[in-house]
């Protein structure tokens, strides 16, 4: 193989990895820009090795026609094993915080940049660019698809005013979930009671989204512990 195809490959995989991993450093994913570049080049570098593996292979029986039977060349083993290991670096990415599972997307297209590197490597220049241009637009363009007709939940941030704090927050956990609706997070500020008639709490609320959050601040005013909902 010629060293101008080795650098020609090695681009190809920044440059293709650098797409999908600019648009996941956008999205402030824990696996970035330079991560899925590694990942790629690695992968590139791989398929580079089987490829050089099988040419001297080639070229030992050429000179030594004795030796094909005892000399092979498996060009699928080392790939095998870069899908297999990318698949743990991959579980790194996924975060598990308060019952949701977050960075999904992230392994999977750690894995995909992963597969794409293998198929620079192995100089299937069509089927790499394609696929780094299928994976940015499933990235991209089906996240909006996503949210608007898919995502059956919607998050929301209410500041409540309150008056009792214990009876506060087993009322409002109590109507939460008569409205199916996930408290995500609660936030009290810390405030002097001689100083503030009033308390503040941030509720941060997973609902379903056929339910409007107008609907929600005006049955929420209506409890006896709570002054004032501002959504935020």
């Not at 039977?69 to 308060?98: C, P």
Request: proline content about 1%.
């Amino acid at each position: 193989m010629k060293s101008y195809e080795v650098l020609i490959r090695l681009f190809m995989a920044i440059v293709i990895a650098g797409l999908i991993g600019y648009e996941r450093e956008h999205k402030n994913r824990p696996a970035g820009f330079r991560t899925h570049i590694l990942v790629c080049v690695g992968a590139t570098i791989i398929s580079l090795i089987q490829l050089y593996a099988v040419q001297e292979t080639s070229n030992m029986i050429l000179l030594h026609p004795e030796l094909a039977s005892a000399l092979k060349a498996d060009i699928g083993r080392l790939g095998a094993q870069v899908v297999t290991g990318v698949g743990f670096l991959g579980a790194g990415t996924i975060i598990h915080e308060k019952g949701s599972i977050k960075g999904l997307t992230t392994a999977a297209s750690l894995w995909v940049v992963a597969c794409i590197g293998l198929a620079i490597g192995l100089g299937y220049y069509f089927l790499s660019i394609a696929s780094a241009v299928f994976v940015f637009l499933v990235l991209v363009s089906l996240k909006k698809f996503e949210t608007r007709f898919l995502d059956k939940t919607k998050l929301i941030k209410l500041q409540v005013q309150y008056v009792n704090k214990r009876e506060l927050v087993k009322d409002l956990e109590e109507y939460f979930d008569s409205k199916g609706a996930k408290v995500k997070n609660i936030e009290f500020a810390v405030e002097e009671e001689e100083i503030n008639e009033y308390s503040t709490c941030l509720y941060t609320v997973l609902i379903p989204r056929n339910i409007k959050s107008s609907e929600l601040i005006s049955e929420l005013v209506l409890f006896d512990e709570v002054v004032r909902v501002t959504e935020i």
